[in-house]
């Protein structure tokens, strides 16, 4: 059995986690949730990067020690991720013992090996970042990541030769097409930071102490990226003597899924770190987009922050899981605003997919008497595009998932739901209820004919969309398996390939609509107040 190891950056607990880290979740517990109905073994690691100066503020302000504070803020993940029925099989602090031990021997073989050294630091540093800057990084002055304010510092510290190890990684790029999606990200890397120049990577902090201690130099701590990165590899064994087992099932990760502004530290410090531990690289990162505003980034201070609670609550965990994959393409930004939300809202899920069930399920009830036996082989031009469409869905969907266009590979599912309901529009099953005027029983018999494959390609094809939407919308998947009369539980990829095979078909009397319609005006208002609160 082939298996799918996939990772989250560990969230910062530095406060409550908006639509942003919830995209990052919902994106890589879909891709788990795919591979898995694939046959796949599957691991989703998730947590939280609980270290540093800034969440020792946070718990100072709160009037907590920041082991009182991290211990809050990692029941407030997991009780979101629940709520939002992210399937994760393990949940990483960085301060968990196993892990601190390990970061601990990581730390003193690299300096043993001599990839780390003391020196000096002195540099620019962003504090809600935790990053040194080099003067030439500076955009306008500040921090080129998040565009605060830096200050001049200087310190002891320990050092990481990342220069010993550049032609290596540039290297491994050119060998390793599919180490970095999008390409584009790459290439960033390359004339951003690599070719002018790789600097040394601080690892160490002397100012504060909330952090891994090094155990050779105690009053130092390990800096955050160290302790952080090494995540992926603590979580399934490195490091722990009684797990090799267990890291040499799941090391290399298949995928590492992290936005852009952490891209530097993935695709550049990680596999630096890796190579000095002499392991392989993962199989991809994947660099992904951020969710904006209409102002530009979603912050407290600007009032534009939506929290995925406050969206779930009201819309529901599946349309609220859709729209926050659909609005981020893979070359931009993705917008979001009231508008769209209540556009994809009414337009794909009520109106496509929701009459489309709606519709489906009052005919056969209404032609059948709710009831289908089998695919008749009635091979007209119509029934074929139909088929052939639901084989290009499927085909272009993998095709987008492989290449991480996750939104794309959405608009996939729903160019298929279109043409379904121009398949009803075109076949008028309506008409064909209808006696005509002087037909032979033969006729008769065959108008019958054809409108019951009508009934069953709807029935098969719907259940196609509902296997596709699975990986991201579990319980609109379930439902509409329910009201078509199949098992949801025995659902696998591979059970798209029965469209034919259908059998003793049984709709369920009268279908619920999946999804109620909203009034535009209304909601785009409530939208907006979310907003301001
Ligand atoms: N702790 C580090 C990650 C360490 S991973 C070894 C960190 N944490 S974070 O909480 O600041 O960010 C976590 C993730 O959330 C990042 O991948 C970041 O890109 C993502 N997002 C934060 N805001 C976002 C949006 N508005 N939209 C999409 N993703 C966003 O960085």
Known sequence: ???????????????????????????????????????????????????????????????????????????MAKNLWKQMEIDYNQFIRTTDDFHVAAVQKIFEKFLAQGDIYKGTYEGWYCEPCESYFT??????????????????????????????????????????????????????????FIKPGLEDLCVTRTSFDWGVQVPSDPKHVVYVWLDALTNYITAVGYGSDDKEEMFNKWWPADMHVVGKDIARFHLIYWPIFLMALDLPLPKTVY??????????????????????????????????????IKIVPSNSDGLFTPEQFVENYNSDLCNDLGNLLNRTVAMVNKYFG?????????????????????NAAIEKFEKDIADCEFSNSLQDIWELVHLTNKYIDDTAPWTLAKDVEGETEQDKAKRIENLKSVMYHLVATLRSIAILIRPLMERTSDEILRQLGLDSSTITWDSLQEYKELKNIKVVEKGEPIFLRLDANEEIEYIKNLMKK
Request: aromatic content about 12%; charged content about 30%.
């Open 370 to 390: 709710g009831e289908l036996d089998e695919y008749q082989g009635l091979e007209n031009e119509v029934d074929i595009a139909l088929e052939d469409a639901v």
């Open 135 to 192: 003067e030439t990084q500076l955009v306008d002055g500040k921090c080129p990541d998040c565009g605060r304010e830096v200050r001049k510092m200087q310190e002891e510290a320990y050092f990481f030769n990342m220069k010993k190890y550049a032609d290596k990684l540039l290297e491994y790029y050119d060998s390793h097409p599919d180490f970095v999606k999008p390409d584009y990200r790459k290439t960033e890397m390359i004339n951003n």
């Open 1 to 75: 059995m082939s298996k799918f190891y996939i990772t989250t950056p560990i969230y910062y607990p530095s406060g409550k986690y908006h639509i942003g880290t919830a995209y990052c979740e919902v994106l890589t517990n879909m891709l788990k949730k795919y591979h898995e109905l694939k046959g796949e073994e599957s691991y989703m690691l998730t947590g939280a990067d609980e270290h540093g100066q800034k969440i020792q503020t946070k718990a100072i302000e709160a009037n907590e020690t920041p082991k009182e504070y991290v211990d809050k803020m990692a029941d």
């Open 287 to 324: 660099v992904h987009n951020w969710i904006t505003m209409k102002d530009g980034k979603m912050s407290k201070s600007k009032g534009n922050v939506i929290y995925p609670e406050q969206l779930i609550e009201k819309y529901g965990l599946d349309a609220t899981k859709y729209c926050l």
